[in-house]
């Protein structure tokens, strides 16, 4: 059974207003959670603990209810497993969804009742008194709180669907990384997760290319000299 570590956080910095403001960005740094390392699969969420230390860093949970579900699934056997597939299935439901996205294809089926029924986990949303004596928006959990991590990880690609520009949403080029990744560039036409590695090794692997086959365009030319 995983033995979880202490999960810690100093000074959160909120994002935007709300300590649990999530963006697009997020949800796919999420995604890519799910990464390539030179073409070979790893995985950076390998455990409950390690999910768990993830949301409280990106503030979609807070670091106390980490720790509470730490200690429940340390008196309940299989639950951390059970959590740890559920935060697996989101993320993959969600690369699903973004991959037919890119490739102009409907998402399975399956993937898509899986963003949904994650979808219906939500905080509830409230005024409530200021400080200055008049009212400010908070929030309260209803639920489990990695159902509504997931669920908040989940909304901004429903919010780019609706009002934003999916066209813009992209993989990368490069076969060994296949990051998710948003396209600001002007002209719409990026194809690297980032041009300063992914970029310059294609660059660089068809420099090599053309090299080899020019090189083998003048071995080819030579004229062979009989003795």
């Known amino acids: 059974m995983e033995s979880l570590p202490p999960i810690a956080i100093s000074n959160p910095t909120p994002r935007g ?55 429940e699934t ?11 597939a559920r935060i697996h299935a989101v993320r993959g439901a969600l690369r699903e969804v973004s991959d037919a996205l890119v490739e102009h294809r409907p998402p399975h089926a399956g993937a898509l009742d899986t963003v949904n029924r994650a979808l219906h986990a939500r905080q509830v949303i409230e005024l409530v008194p200021s400080s200055d004596g008049c009212v400010a928006v908070d929030h309260r959990h209803v639920g489990d709180p990695i159902d509504d991590a997931l669920a908040r990880l989940c909304d901004p690609l429903v919010t780019e669907l609706t009002s934003g520009t ?62």
């Open 74 to 84: 340390e008196r309940d056997p299989g639950a951390a497993a059970r959590d740890l």
């Open 166 to 227: 999916p066209e813009r949403i992209r993989i990368c080029d490069n076969d060994r990384c296949r990051w998710v990744f948003y396209d600001t560039s002007r002209t719409g036409r990026r194809r690297w997760c980032d041009m300063a590695t992914c970029g310059n090794r294609a660059k660089a692997a068809r420099h090599r290319a053309k090299s080899k086959a020019g090189s083998s365009s003048d071995d080819a030319s030579t004229p062979t000299l009989n003795a």
């Open 17 to 71: 207003h709300h300590a649990h403001d999530v963006d697009l960005e997020d949800t796919f740094d999420f995604v890519n959670t799910d990464d390539l390392e030179n073409g070979f699969p790893l995985e950076r969420l390998p455990t409950l603990g390690d999910a768990l230390s993830w949301f409280v860093e990106r503030g979609v949970i807070h670091a106390e209810g980490a720790q509470r579900l730490s200690h």
